[in-house]
């Protein structure tokens, strides 16, 4: 979870933009993935957990439309839910909350009307998820302002459709589903297909260190979107729903498979096998 001081930065903001205090504060982390590249997309298994970074959405219900205030970047948001919530520009942090938001409106847990001020300390285009730590926070901070009790899969599935629809990236459900389910002290082995979650226990003589490499990176304007299409193509190339249901002997018959998709999925076939022998160690 995000520091304490992230949690007074946001409430700070939250006084500052809107006066008076928040009704409450939700949270939710970044991630990083300790194996299982590109399988997620492929319905396949992953092993991330959760960082001590996250987001944190202090909100308070009240008025007849969203205000937003975001405290890393000073600026703000206002919409209702009459508006067409996606018209914010590409990669505008404003997407990831308005997406949210008419997710949950969807399904009648959003009040009419709201202020959320958001902090966060997860470094961003940093490959450490705060995109989705931020769709999980907003969504868990506007469903308890409606009362609404919902469960974790179910927000991270909403959060998944919000980043795919709002944002413009294909990604896959590994980030939202840890950011939601991750435990302390645990990594998280996903099964992408079923969604179910298994904790994974982190040695306790093991700590996991994340250097940055002062590479930027961003999924939706990265080749990212372009490799999913590669792995699809080798899947109908099989004949197979996804790359999951591939195997090395599906490789050796793959006449007229174009090579970089091939490649592609023979990465996707041995990192499962890699990411199940790595949570069973």
Same mark, same amino acid.
């Not at 769709?135 to 302002?145: D, I, S």
């Not at 959060?159 to 990604?171: L, Q, V, Y």
């Not at 190339?237 to 002997?249: I, K, W």
């Given at each position: 979870?995000a520091?304490?001081?992230?949690?007074?930065?946001?409430?700070r903001?939250f006084?500052?933009a809107? #006066? =008076?205090?928040?009704?409450?504060?939700?949270?939710?982390? #970044?991630r990083v993935?300790?194996?299982?590249?590109h399988t997620d997309?492929n319905?396949?298994f992953v092993?991330p957990?959760a960082?001590d970074?996250?987001t944190?959405v202090?909100?308070r219900?009240?008025?007849s439309?969203v205000?937003?205030?975001?405290?890393?970047f000073d600026?703000?948001?206002r919409?209702?839910?009459a508006e067409?919530l996606?018209?914010?520009?590409? #990669?505008?942090?404003r997407?990831?909350?308005r997406g949210?938001v008419?997710m949950?409106?969807e399904?009648?847990?959003?009040?009419?009307g709201m202020?959320?001020?958001?902090a966060?300390d997860?470094?961003?285009?940093? =490959?450490l998820s705060?995109?989705?730590s931020?769709?999980v926070?907003?969504g868990?901070?506007v469903?308890?302002l409606a009362g609404?009790?919902i469960?974790?899969?179910r927000l991270?599935?909403?959060a998944h459709?919000?980043?795919?629809?709002?944002? #413009?990236?294909a990604?896959?459900i590994?980030d939202?589903l840890?950011?939601?389910?991750a435990?302390?002290?645990?990594a998280l082995?996903?099964d992408?297909?079923?969604?179910?979650?298994?904790?994974?226990?982190?040695?306790?003589?093991?700590?996991?260190l994340?250097?940055?490499?002062?590479?930027?990176?961003?999924l939706?304007?990265?080749a990212?979107n372009?490799?999913?299409q590669?792995?699809?193509?080798?899947?109908a190339h099989?004949r197979?729903?996804a790359l999951r249901?591939?195997?090395l002997e599906h490789?050796?018959g793959?006449? =007229?498979?174009d090579?970089?998709?091939?490649?592609?999925a023979r990465?996707?076939?041995?990192e499962n096998a890699?990411?199940?022998?790595?949570?069973?160690?």
């Amino acid at each position: 979870m995000a520091e304490q001081a992230t949690v007074e930065r946001a409430k700070r903001a939250f006084r500052e933009a809107f #006066g =008076g205090e928040p009704d409450l504060i939700a949270q939710a982390p #970044g991630r990083v993935n300790l194996i299982g590249e590109h399988t997620d997309y492929n319905d396949g298994f992953v092993l991330p957990l959760a960082i001590d970074r996250g987001t944190v959405v202090a909100a308070r219900r009240g008025g007849s439309d969203v205000q937003v205030y975001a405290a890393d970047f000073d600026e703000e948001d206002r919409f209702t839910f009459a508006e067409r919530l996606g018209d914010a520009a590409p #990669g505008d942090w404003r997407n990831y909350v308005r997406g949210m938001v008419a997710m949950l409106v969807e399904l009648e847990m959003a009040p009419q009307g709201m202020q959320l001020a958001i902090a966060g300390d997860v470094p961003q285009g940093a =490959g450490l998820s705060s995109s989705a730590s931020l769709e999980v926070a907003v969504g868990l901070a506007v469903a308890r302002l409606a009362g609404a009790e919902i469960d974790l899969t179910r927000l991270a599935q909403l959060a998944h459709r919000a980043e795919n629809e709002f944002a #413009g990236c294909a990604c896959g459900i590994m980030d939202q589903l840890v950011s939601a389910r991750a435990e302390a002290e645990q990594a998280l082995l996903i099964d992408c297909r079923s969604l179910d979650c298994r904790p994974v226990p982190v040695p306790e003589n093991a700590a996991v260190l994340i250097v940055h490499s002062g590479v930027e990176r961003g999924l939706v304007d990265s080749a990212y979107n372009e490799r999913r299409q590669q792995c699809e193509a080798a899947a109908a190339h099989f004949r197979l729903a996804a790359l999951r249901d591939a195997s090395l002997e599906h490789l050796e018959g793959a006449d =007229g498979l174009d090579p970089l998709a091939r490649s592609r999925a023979r990465h996707v076939i041995t990192e499962n096998a890699r990411t199940l022998a790595a949570a069973e160690a």
